[in-house]
């Protein structure tokens, strides 16, 4: 019995639909290792929570205030966010515990105390005519890796 032979062309019409099942069969497994390799893959560890400090208890020194000093008590300063851009540099500051407020330079912060500069990590405040430098809280690092979402609320 002689040897039946085709033309490529004729096998490669007779096989394209075999071809062409295998690729998609094979781009479908590498689809669904790929999104079983990111959905399945360990989470990394929480970061860890911002350490609060929180002011001393009051002694009630205010009466005495009034006699080694100019009268006026200690400004409770927290950084809450610094723009530097010279002339224009602005610090987000909350003063004495109030709401956090946006100042610039040359803005009175209390009666005798303004700010003087902002820099990047500091601001520099000025209370009857000597400077004080208040240094920004420290940054917490970044979060590597994936991060997961909290649940959205639930909808009505």
Do not use: C
């Not at 966010?81 to 004495?96: C, F, K, Q, Y």
């Amino acid at each position: 019995m002689p040897a039946l032979i085709l033309p490529p062309r004729e096998l490669l019409y007779r096989h394209a639909p075999r071809l062409l099942q295998g690729a998609a069969i094979v781009a479908i497994a590498s689809g669904i290792g790929l999104w079983g390799a990111l959905l399945l893959a360990p989470h990394p560890d929480p970061a860890p929570p911002m350490l609060v400090t929180q002011a001393p208890p009051s002694h009630g020194l205010e009466p005495l205030e009034g006699w080694f000093g100019s009268g006026k008590g200690r400004l409770q300063v927290r950084i809450t966010g610094l723009m530097a851009a010279g002339e224009r540099s602005t610090a987000v500051l909350s003063i004495d515990g109030a709401p956090a407020r946006a100042y610039r330079i040359g803005d009175a912060l209390a009666p005798g105390i303004t700010l003087s500069a902002v820099q990047a990590d500091a601001i520099v405040i000025n209370q009857d005519g000597l400077d004080e430098t208040v240094p920004a809280p420290a940054r917490p690092a970044p979060v590597r890796g994936f991060v997961p979402v909290a649940d959205p609320p639930a909808s009505r």
